[in-house]
């Protein structure tokens, strides 16, 4: 299957700092990619949908001057946390979508641990 | 807005022990896709259904999709802890961008 990366894996960093994560489709291109947000023992929370080359659509209640988001190329796509607070802390997880003839997958990158001291 | 509703919750078993996942909607979905997730790491695509009526077979783990394609289960031959993690049903319907998620079954095979 499509292999997706996240780096870093983990960050530990200072209240009010901002922190960026990056995502990237390694063997194919992905014109849409998204951000999810994932508490302990939970299912994934959809942040925002990130389109190549224009601006991201954000769920509702996600602060999008808060966790800005960048799809510069068709391979990469990045999250920043703005001035980031202790409650900003959880595991973020990004997926790209493939499209095949008969249906559509979403790869999962491993997850960037976001701990905010 | 299309909800999956994912049962059960939770689920602790012994290894060797048979189990049942099952994910319901009242929407139709052009596919549905099974992820295991371990802790600390990103959900892994298990398998994608997309035949109403489907039944595929991973080892031990058989995956069907309801004739009307709203539902979908999972069962799980003789469980081993290896098998241990969160199990996540995906709905994918082409008017929509993004995967529809359940809430997930959280399992935990001991030895």
């Known amino acids: 299957g499509a292999v997706v990366s996240q780096h870093p894996s983990w960050v530990i960093c200072k209240s009010g700092t901002s922190v960026k994560i990056e995502c990237r489709s390694l063997?194919?291109?992905?014109?849409?990619m998204f951000w999810y947000r994932q508490f302990p023992k939970q299912s994934l929370m959809l942040m925002a949908t990130?389109?190549?080359?224009?601006?991201?659509?954000?769920e509702q209640g996600v602060e999008k001057d808060k966790f800005l988001i960048n799809h510069a190329s068709l391979t990469l796509s990045t999250l920043t946390v703005t001035s980031a607070h202790p409650e900003d802390s959880s595991f973020y997880i990004c997926?790209?979508?493939?499209?095949?003839?008969?249906?559509?997958?979403?790869?999962f990158g491993p997850g960037t641990r976001l701990t905010v001291l | 807005t299309q909800l999956l509703e994912q049962s059960p919750q939770f689920l602790s078993i012994q290894e060797g022990e048979n189990l049942t996942v099952y994910c319901n909607s009242s929407?139709?979905?052009?596919?549905l896709q099974w992820y295991r997730q371990e802790p600390g790491e990103g959900p892994v695509l298990l398998v994608t259904?997309?035949?109403?009526?489907e039944v595929k077979k991973l080892k031990r783990l058989t995956f069907q999709f309801g004739d009307a394609r709203k539902d979908s289960s999972l069962h799980i031959t003789a469980a081993q802890p290896g098998d241990t993690g969160l199990y996540l049903c995906?709905?994918?319907?082409?008017?929509?961008?993004?995967?529809?998620f359940g809430k997930g079954t959280m399992l935990l095979v001991s030895p």
């Open positions: 995906a709905g994918d319907n082409s008017g929509y961008s993004t995967l529809t």
């Open positions: 997926s790209a979508r493939t499209f095949g003839p008969t249906t559509d997958t979403q790869y």
């Open positions: 063997d194919f291109q992905a014109t849409t």
């Open positions: 990130s389109n190549e080359g224009s601006k991201a659509t954000y």
């Open positions: 929407s139709v979905f052009s596919s």
């Open positions: 259904v997309v035949t109403g009526g």
